[in-house]
C-alpha cells in the first residue's frame, strides 16, 4: 500500500509562510483522497484540509480558510500543504493522510483515512 512521508515543518515566526510536501511511494496517490491533519500536544487529531483524487475538489476546517492551501502532483506522487500567515496556535505535528477514493467525498474525520505518514513539526513563534 501506499507509504507516506513528510517534510518542510520546522520553526518560523508568526506570520509568517511552510510549505509542507507529502511524498507517496510503494504505489501511486491517483487513486486516493489525500488529507492534511495536525496535533498539538495533549490535543485531538484535527483536520487540517483534503483533496480530491483529481485534485478538482479541495475541503478547508473553517480557520485554515484563505491561509492554507492543499495541492497535489499525482504524476510526481506529492501532495503539499501551503501554510500562509502563520500563527502561535498553527503549531502542531502535521500529519499527511490517504484514503482509497470510492468517491469524490472528503473526510474530516481521522477515522476515514487508512494511510499516514510520521509527521512533521510545525512550530510558530510569537
Known amino acids: 500500500q501506499v507509504q507516506l512521508v513528510e517534510s518542510g515543518g520546522g520553526l518560523v515566526q508568526a506570520g509568517g509562510s511552510l510549505r509542507l510536501s507529502c511524498a507517496a511511494s510503494r504505489r501511486a496517490i491517483s487513486n486516493y483522497n489525500m488529507g492534511w491533519f495536525r496535533q498539538a500536544p495533549g490535543k485531538e487529531r484535527d483536520f487540517v484540509a483534503a483533496i480530491t483524487y483529481t485534485g478538482g475538489i479541495t475541503l478547508y476546517a473553517d480557520s485554515m480558510k484563505g491561509r492554507f492551501t492543499i495541492s497535489r502532483d499525482n504524476a510526481n506522487n506529492m501532495v503539499y500543504l501551503q501554510m500562509n500567515s502563520l500563527k502561535p496556535e498553527d503549531t502542531a505535528v502535521y500529519y499527511c493522510?490517504?484514503?482509497?477514493?470510492?468517491?469524490?467525498?472528503?473526510?474530516?474525520?481521522?477515522?476515514?483515512?487508512?494511510?499516514w505518514g510520521q509527521g512533521t513539526q510545525v512550530t510558530v513563534s510569537s
Open positions: 493522510a490517504a484514503r482509497w477514493a470510492t468517491s469524490q467525498a472528503l473526510g474530516r474525520r481521522p477515522s476515514e483515512y487508512g494511510i
